[in-house]
């Protein structure tokens, strides 16, 4: 039960760079791993990178390490990526999501946020 809005997606040119936000609502996020997923036309769900909300421990997925950075502000309830060096092969739309610690599952899904890379 945890409300999740992204924003910031749009069009940028290959090697550009864009900034998404996930704006977090519901219920205390301390017992939380936040992430991003995303989903390209015709393909699956693939995972993007995670967060701890207590710890700030992040993981990425190898495509994006050394060019995306996951972040979160607790004071705020925000989550965020930074996207740099973008390709056109980032384009998808962005989801971000949340489960609890030593859950399997990523129970609470936001809308989504179209990101597109021109080449």
């Known amino acids: 039960q945890v409300q999740l809005v992204e924003s910031g997606g749009g069009l940028v040119q290959a090697g550009g760079s864009l900034r998404l936000s996930c704006a977090v609502s519901?219920?205390?996020?301390?017992?939380?791993?936040m992430g991003w997923f995303r989903q390209a036309p015709g393909k699956e769900r693939e995972f993007v990178c995670s967060?701890?909300?207590?710890?700030?421990?992040?993981y990425y997925a190898d495509f994006v390490k050394g060019r995306f950075t996951i972040s979160r502000d607790n004071a705020k309830n925000t989550m965020d990526l930074q996207m740099n060096s973008l390709k056109p092969e980032d384009t998808a739309i962005y989801y971000c999501?949340?489960?609890?610690?030593?859950?399997?599952?990523?129970?609470?899904w936001g809308q989504g946020t179209q990101v597109t890379v021109s080449s």
């Open positions: 999501a949340a489960r609890r610690y030593l859950i399997s599952e990523w129970l609470d």
């Open positions: 519901g219920r205390t996020l301390s017992s939380y791993t």
């Open positions: 967060i701890t909300w207590s710890g700030g421990i992040t």
